[in-house]
């Protein structure tokens, strides 16, 4: 028998017993993590950012509130594309064009203002274009 063959053999004789706290390791660090996960959760629902100013939970929350925005402009990006909105007042979905909610008669604003990193972003689509453009390649929305 050779020096390298001492690992794998080793590694397929493990005790039962050890095989079986193994797993138990494994199942009491799994309920941990979800237990933890759960602390998380439970004081996301009762804290934002301004709560938790000064602690060390605040730049957690920060960049949390941060992801959400994020999201939601992911998710208008992704209906807008399908040349579709959705009702920020009812959830109803509408077509892009729509001036107000046939749901729930809510005025609808641009979906996405321009801001001063990104002062060039089609309003419908979030698309952003070239100075003197005329029509957005995103979703064909005039340009103001
Ligand atoms: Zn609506
Ligand atoms: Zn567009």
Do not use: H, W
């Not at 992704?78 to 109803?92: I, M, P, T, Y």
């Amino acid at each position: 028998m050779g020096l390298f063959d001492a690992k794998p053999s080793q590694a397929s004789n493990v005790l039962p017993e050890v095989a079986d706290c193994d797993r138990q390791l494994t199942a009491l660090n799994q309920r941990r993590e979800e237990l933890i996960r759960q602390i998380g959760e439970l004081y996301l629902e009762n804290n934002d950012s301004t709560a938790a100013a000064g602690t060390p939970y605040e730049e957690f929350l920060k960049e949390i509130e941060k992801l959400a925005v994020e999201t939601l402009t992911v998710e208008k990006r992704k209906l807008a594309v399908q040349g579709l909105r959705k009702c920020e007042e009812c959830g109803n979905i509408l077509v892009l064009d729509s001036s107000f909610c046939n749901k729930c008669g809510r005025k609808l604003e641009p979906l996405f203002v321009p801001t001063e990193d990104n002062p060039r972003i089609c309003a419908k689509c979030g698309t952003a274009y070239a100075e003197g453009a005329v029509f957005c390649v995103g979703c064909g929305n005039k340009l103001e």
